[in-house]
C-alpha cells in the first residue's frame, strides 16, 4: 500500500496531471479539467429546447429529426475545441468519456430515456478507425450511455466511404464529399428502433444528414441529434 502510494506520488511528480483544456495543474480532486474551465463550459443548454435551438435548424428541410441539442457552443480556440482536439487527436479518450458522463447529468434532466432506445455514434470507417484506435464520438456516447442507461449500438450503420478532410469546405462541398459514406448494416433491427445519432462536432450537418438518411430509408422509428459541440 505505501509503496503503491509513494509510486502515485512519484509519478505526480514527474508527470503533474494538468487540466486538458488550459493546461494549469490540477488539484488531487479535479478529474481531468480543473473546476475554473468547468465552470467557464460555454454549455448550450438545447436540451431544454430540443427542437427549437440554432443545432436543430440546421436539419430542418432536410432530414425529420425528433430532437436535436449539444453539450457545448464551438468557438475558434475556445474551450470545446481545445477538449475535442485532445480527444481526437491526442488519444484522450477517457476525457471522451468523461464529457459524455457531464452530458449525461444534464440530459437526465429530460424523457430522452422513455423517447430513445439506443444511442449510435457516427461510425468512421475501418481504416480510419484502424489509425487511431478507437472513435472519439463512440468515447463521447459511451459516457452518455453509463449515465442516463440507454444502450450503445455501434452494428448498426457503417461507413463505407473514406472521405477526405472537410475542414475548408463550403455546405454544399460537403454534403458531395460525404454522398453516401454510409451504409446501414442491420436493416430488421433498424426498423424496430428509436435512434439518438452521437457525434463530436456538428458544422454544417452534413456528416449527421449523410448517416441518417440510410436509418430514415430503412425505416427507424425515430431520429435524434446529440453532439459535443455545436459550431
Ligand atoms: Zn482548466
Known amino acids: ?62 432530414l425529420p429529426i425528433a430532437l436535436a441539442a449539444a453539450f457545448m457552443h464551438f468557438n475558434e480556440n475556445g474551450i470545446a475545441q481545445k477538449l475535442s482536439h485532445q480527444v481526437k487527436y491526442r488519444g484522450n479518450q477517457q476525457l ?3 464529457l459524455g458522463r457531464w452530458y449525461g447529468n444534464q440530459l437526465l434532466q429530460t424523457d430522452i430515456n422513455s423517447q430513445f432506445d439506443c444511442l449510435v455514434p457516427v461510425p468512421l470507417h ?68 428509436r435512434i439518438l445519432l452521437v457525434d463530436d462536432i456538428v458544422t454544417t450537418g452534413a456528416t449527421i444528414e449523410a448517416c441518417a438518411m440510410p436509418l430514415v430509408k430503412a425505416g427507424c422509428q425515430k431520429i435524434g441529434v446529440l453532439a459535443l459541440a455545436n459550431v
Open 126 to 193: 475501418r481504416q480510419r478507425l484502424k489509425q487511431r484506435g478507437y472513435n472519439q464520438a463512440a468515447c463521447f456516447a459511451q459516457g452518455i450511455s453509463q449515465v442516463v442507461g440507454l444502450p450503445l449500438r455501434e452494428d448498426l450503420v457503417a461507413r463505407i466511404k473514406m472521405t477526405s478532410s472537410q475542414v475548408g469546405m463550403d455546405k454544399q462541398q460537403r454534403l458531395q464529399n460525404i454522398a453516401d459514406a454510409f451504409e446501414v448494416t442491420a436493416k430488421e433491427q433498424v426498423s424496430q428502433l
Open 96 to 98: 471522451g468519456i468523461l
Open 1 to 62: 500500500m505505501l509503496l503503491a502510494k509513494l509510486w502515485r506520488d512519484f509519478v505526480e511528480l514527474v508527470f503533474p496531471a494538468v487540466c486538458s483544456s488550459c493546461r494549469a495543474g490540477l488539484l488531487p480532486e479535479e478529474e481531468m479539467i480543473c473546476i475554473t474551465c468547468r465552470l467557464n463550459f460555454p454549455l448550450t443548454h438545447f436540451h431544454r429546447f430540443p427542437t427549437q435551438n440554432a443545432m436543430f435548424d440546421k436539419f430542418k428541410g432536410r
